[in-house]
């Protein structure tokens, strides 16, 4: 002992910060292996001022252990739901000698990352049941540690690995400790018992643990990379065998015999063709040692954690801040590796780098369908789905049938999305449908909202969740008039999509073919509508016409053929570059919609426009579309208001599962944790970090539109935000503002008419969620309705409790 | 409420002596009362004796008191008025100075005394005591997954209950969830009307709602009752008014007086009359703002030029607890009627009183166009 101090004090000089019986202690740690305590020390005490500051939510640390042998399914799912260990546990000194129960090697890993931790645990359960009190626990754990310690171990190794890795191999820890006389079918089982001295082999060991885990890392983010998530998934449990081979043997072998060298030997032959195996699937570089080494990332990731603002997602955070961090950052962002110790596991997925991948590929948009009642929205729709292969041939001519019997043949189409009794019956949308289809370039999920007035809300709660729409307008004698005329719906819906942030438009001019197609009635509906929707506040650029028949399906996804019964169209209606072809349908203009820029690092929003029981006991579903921010599955969110907390247990983006969804997304997200009774439509599911504000007295900014009366101080009326109405009063009205120069025209008016724009206090009946403008775009709208019109709109400027 | 005796002085001090009869007369009692007036009632009290020998024992007494009103509280569901103060007249059992709890009860007399009787007073005693009955009423708002279902007097409308069941939107391939959603909501809302609504009094039943949801649930309830015999509602089918109004919220119950149908069947109810004075005041602020004033100062102003048509005030201002406040509003009161003006004095439990009050509490429709340079504006 003397002798290994004296060598120790040497290697690492007189430093006053390392104590002699700091030493003594790793030293017994380490079984008098003095190099594998220099390196530790060193390791250790260059990261102890920033171990001991960065005390924030996000960093993980290894909570105690003890349990662990005796409930380690509790304590696991316990450190799950733990963000943040006693820092204490974090910070352990060494408690080397191996009792009941083990505190185990693990305690060296007080700076390692999340993979030391739940590799150590799921170790020292696993050792713990096979062997309690034994030596190998600790061996093992020290394989681990030693592998940290390592400097020249390679990097993205440790930290690739660091956050899914660890899961798995806290999973396998689990697993194996649930069986543990299971034999050993791994290659070459090997035995730590009784070691005395670990050999650099069995750091070697560690180390291959680490590539591996490395290795699955990189292959799960590239196959992620390719939009097949679930895939990823399952390879994920189904690739590590070898790795849990590995690991059950190491535990599973203490009675085995032979020569532990040998052993070693064989195990790293395996451990290498393995990774050759992975290298080859996934594609991954071998480390060039050019990248900065785990400790420089860890020190980083320490830093970018304690210094984050405690509303910060930490992943916002630039990924390296470290001090080699220069040329590799590109490499280590797409990996997203450098934060990984700072932040809970339930991070496994970084999705914002997996998002920025996916560009190009998953231009996803949300379409809403508007205008007035019986424009033909929901035929043109169902025409469009059935066009574009979404409605098999069968299940059309099946609402053929059920539509010809009731005598409503034509409505056939419409059924594709009107799916209930009563607006079966009636031939009326009442609420949104849902569907989708993807165009070329593409990928949109519809939105069919419903046209009557009395459903303006289902329709505001549908155009809330949109970045774009399609204004359907019938264009026939009379039909346009009673939709464009004051009350009429064209209107309406054209001023609430534009108010709820839609800027791009297609107006489908529908059932021309009522009025064979004559290309005057189409000018004089463009015409007239162009003002309007000019007025509205549409970009001249950003609205475009198409004539269609819905009911006919002309020009919707193909262009206009003289052959298919739309001559008279295709004689009038060119394509404006090359005048030999018909004018592009409606499916071109689609495909041509600019992506609006999504707001994936913000914190999460997803306004609850529906929920229901499912996905297993305990689980609500919630549908609605992801505001801001991003969400995987396994991730902790907050359900406002209420303030209570689950986990995210599956996604389903546009009803295919995915590990993952990204602002823009709809999504239904099964929530596990989170009692039915506190979910509404209208409340929010947030990131708890950062959650959403809750509040009854605001003050916005209104555009009025065209009120039946002006609106004074005390006007009540239903205050609409995302799928929420609420009633609410015009408390006080602030100001009258010029809307062009922002000028404050009058204070306190008395009352403010149509076509003024004024800053209001509003009073809401009950507390709503609602969010500044700035901060997010969907939850600062709101929109005021009274006797069924809609009278302003607008957006929230402060909150005032 | 039945007017048993009355005696006012001509300083208009004085008492008067009320019955009241029902839930009705509670709220007008909570009207009448204010902080600082006499009322006698008969109540229990618990009274400790000590005997000769120093034993306590405690006797719950039935007694009349006296009381100085300090505090008033009214539950309008139950419509219960709880009146708090310090006993003034003496009596066996209490010394005076004590505090004491009076609750109104139902067809027990009582005895007011204020020092001074107003106009809106004495107004209130003689609309109190008003035996011509009016229709009473019920209304149920409702769309998908909310309904509010409220009863409707004279002076009140008061909610007896909110439903509100989250109904799964329809969703893709599958209704059941959206069906079974609603069927589990018109179950609630045919219980609910079964439950509040007494059809030996109530004369006419409201069912509001946008869309279709009124009509389907109508036929629901035709049905269930069909099934389950119910003949209260059965019988009573005629009653029932099916009216649009654009949403489910209390607030529309303001549409279902506007409605044509309604207004026939209601004409004469104060809750109708309100109502139109209410639309009176927007549709006159719309075409003609310089004849339509809100705010006290405003129609303070309005009232010095003798301007004013028709005054609308609601009672919440004559219950202030502070006595100048009351004085000037009864005072605008005074010189509205004085030159000849309509004061409607709304009750605050109907919806077209909750909106005024929203307004300030006072709105004036002119006669004529009157410029005001308000205060604020000169900024």
Known sequence: ?801 | MKLLGRQIERDQSGSVRLVPEEPEDIWHAYNLILKGDQLTAVTTRGVKSESATGSVSTNRVRLKLTVSIEDVFFDSYACALRINGRVVAENPHVSIGQYHTLDLELNQPFTLAKPEWDVISLQRVSDACDIARQADAAAVTMHEGLAVICLMTQHMTVVRQRIEVAIPRKSRGSTTNYDKGLQRFYEQVYEAIKRHIDFSVVKVVILGSPGFVREQFFAYMMAQAAKAEDRAIIENKAKFLLVHTSSGHKGALEEVMRDPQIRVRLADTKSAVEARAIDGFYQMLNSNPDRAFYGYDDVAKAAENGAIGTLMVTDELFRAADVPTRKKYIRLVEDSKASNAEVLVFSSMHVSGEQLNQLSGVAAILNFPLLIESDDECE
């Open chain 1, 1 to 801: 002992m003397q002798a290994g101090l004296a060598a120790v004090r040497e290697a690492i000089g007189q430093t006053s910060a390392v104590t002699d019986s700091e030493i003594k202690e790793s030293l017994w740690y380490y079984y008098f292996d003095s190099d594998a305590t220099i390196a530790w020390l060193r390791k250790t005490y260059k990261l102890k001022p920033k171990v001991r500051g960065a005390d924030t939510p996000f960093r993980m640390g290894l909570p105690a252990i003890g349990n662990i042998d005796e409930h380690e399914e509790a304590a696991l799912a316990n450190y799950r739901h733990r963000p943040g260990p006693p820092p204490s546990a974090a910070r352990g000194t060494s408690q080397p000698r191996p009792q009941p129960p083990p505190a185990t090697g693990t305690s060296s890993l007080k700076s390692l990352s999340a993979l030391g931790g739940a590799a150590g645990r799921g170790l020292g359960g696993l050792s713990s049941r096979a062997q309690p009190g034994a030596a190998p626990l600790s061996v093992v754990g020290m394989a681990l540690s030693a592998l940290k310690a390592r400097p020249g171990v390679a990097p993205a190794a440790t930290s690739a690995g660091a956050r899914p890795g660890g899961g798995l191999l806290s999973q396998i820890g689990s697993l194996s400790s649930r069986q543990p006389a299971r034999p050993a079918r791994g290659p070459a089982p090997m035995n730590f018992a009784g070691r005395q001295v670990p050999s650099l082999k069995s750091m070697a060991s560690g180390t291959g643990a680490g590539r591996v885990a490395e290795s699955h890392q990189r292959q799960r983010q590239a196959e992620l990379g390719t939009g097949a998530a679930a895939a990823a998934t399952t390879t994920l449990y189904a690739q590590p065998s070898a790795l849990a081979q590995f690991i059950l043997g190491a535990g599973g072998a203490r009675s085995g015999a032979g020569s532990a060298t040998e052993a070693m030997g064989g195990l790293r032959q395996e451990i290498a063709g393995l990774l050759e195996a992975c290298r080859q699937k996934s594609g991954a570089k071998k480390f060039g040692f050019d990248t900065p080494s785990p400790d420089d990332r860890v020190l980083s990731a320490q830093g970018a954690a304690t210094g984050a603002a405690p509303g910060k997602k930490p992943k916002a955070q630039p990924a390296t801040k470290g001090p080699s961090a220069t040329e590799p950052t590109k490499e280590l962002e797409q990996l997203k590796i450098s934060d990984a110790p700072a932040t809970p596991p339930k991070r496994k997925i970084d999705v914002e780098a997996e998002y920025a991948k996916t560009q190009g590929e998953h231009d996803t948009l949300n379409l809403v369908v508007v205008g007035h009642v019986d424009a033909g929205k929901s035929t043109l729709m169902g025409h469009m789905l059935y066009a574009l292969g979404q409605v098999s041939e069968r299940a059309l001519r099946k609402l053929e049938q059920e539509a010809g019997r009731i005598g409503k043949g034509s409505f056939a189409y419409a059924w594709v999305l009107d799916a209930t009794d009563e607006e079966r019956a009636r031939g009326v949308t009442m609420d949104v449908a849902t569907g989708s289809f993807a165009t070329a370039h593409r990928r949109f999920t519809i939105l069919d909202a419903p046209g009557h007035r009395d459903f303006v809300p289902n329709m505001i709660s549908g155009a809330s969740r949109a970045d774009v729409a399609v204004l359907v307008v019938d264009a026939s004698t009379g039909g346009f008039e009673s939709g464009f005329d004051r009350g009429g719906q064209t209107r309406e819906h054209a001023l609430l999509v534009r108010s709820l942030g839609v800027s791009q438009l297609v107006v489908a001019v529908n059932k021309l073919d009522m009025v064979s197609w004559d290309a005057a009635r189409y000018e004089e509906v463009v015409a007239r509508l162009g003002a309007f929707l000019l007025s509205c506040g549409f970009h001249k650029d950003d609205v475009r016409y198409v004539p269609v028949s819905g009911l006919g399906g002309v020009n919707l996804a193909r262009r206009a053929d003289p052959g298919a019964g739309a001559a008279e169209l295709a004689a009038w209606y060119r394509d404006a570059a090359d005048p030999g072809q018909p004018g592009p349908c409606l499916v071109d203009f689609l495909d041509t919609f600019a992506l609006p820029e999504r707001a994936v690092s913000r914190p999460l929003r997803v306004a609850v426009s529906d929920f229901f029981k499912g996905g297993g006991a305990g689980s609500v579903s919630i549908s609605g579309r992801i505001g801001q921010g991003t969400v995987q599955v396994g991730e902790r969110v907050m359900l406002v208001p209420g303030g209570e907390c689950g986990v995210v247990k599956a996604i389903d983006v546009d009803y295919v599962s995915a590990s993952w969804a990204v602002a823009g997304d709809a999504v239904v997200l099964t929530i596990q944790g989170i009692d039915i009774q506190q979910f509404a439509v209208g409340a929010v599911v947030c990131a708890p970090e950062r959650p959403i504000s809750v509040t009854a007295r605001f003050e916005a900014k209104l555009a009025v539109f065209e009120p039946p009366v002006p609106i004074t101080n005390g006007f009540s009326a239903l205050l609409h935000t995302q799928s929420l109405s609420v009633p609410a009063v015009v408390r006080q009205i602030i100001e009258t503002i010029d809307q062009r120069t922002g000028e404050v025209l009058k204070r306190h008016p008395r009352h403010i008419r149509k076509g003024t724009t004024a800053r209001v206090e509003i009073v809401t009946e009950s507390r709503v969620c609602l969010e500044l403008f700035q901060d997010a775009r969907e939850l600062g709208r709101v929109m005021l309705r009274k006797g069924g019109e809609t009278i302003a709109a607008g957006i929230v400027t402060a909150i005032r409790d």
